[in-house]
């Protein structure tokens, strides 16, 4: 998972008025779900994907990779009630989308450390959150 930057396309088809069906059409994760307008369903393929996309990283698989050229196939095939769209997203959010909920951990460190913090005004928390978003951002 050395890609922080993720995009992918989704299809999105139009099966009657006000229904429209969104799924990932390529192999390696299943993606599907419905919406009644356009631009609802350009949200739940996105919101859709990152849900697959923070489970496929909790379960710690790789990424799906989509490539240009199944892209370019892609829009050779789709219908005319078919609309291919892009979804860009990136870990950090979908990792701060899906995991904001605050965990307790218990941190000793040595009493130096603390006399500079206190000294410095620096929140251990703070510093400590700050310090893994750093490391997140670069996987």
């Not at 390696?28 to 779900?33: E, N, P, R, V």
Request: net charge negative; aromatic share 10%; proline share 3%.
């Amino acid at each position: 998972m050395d890609q922080q930057e993720l995009v992918f396309a989704m299809r999105i088809s139009r099966l009657a008025k006000d229904d429209y069906l969104i799924d990932y059409p390529f192999t390696g994760m299943t993606i599907a779900a419905s919406a009644e307008t356009l631009t609802e369903a350009i949200g739940v393929a996105k919101s859709s994907l990152e849900f697959t996309l923070f489970d496929i990283y909790e379960a710690k698989e790789p990424f799906p990779e989509m490539g240009e050229e199944a892209l370019s196939e892609l829009e050779k095939t789709k219908e005319d009630h078919q609309y291919i769209t892009l979804i860009a997203t990136n870990l950090t959010a979908i990792l701060k989308r899906f995991s904001e909920e605050p965990v307790k951990r218990m941190v000793s460190i040595k009493k130096y450390q603390d006399f500079y913090l206190n000294n410095n005004n620096i929140s251990i928390s703070k510093y400590v959150q700050e310090k893994i978003d750093q490391d997140i951002q670069k996987v």
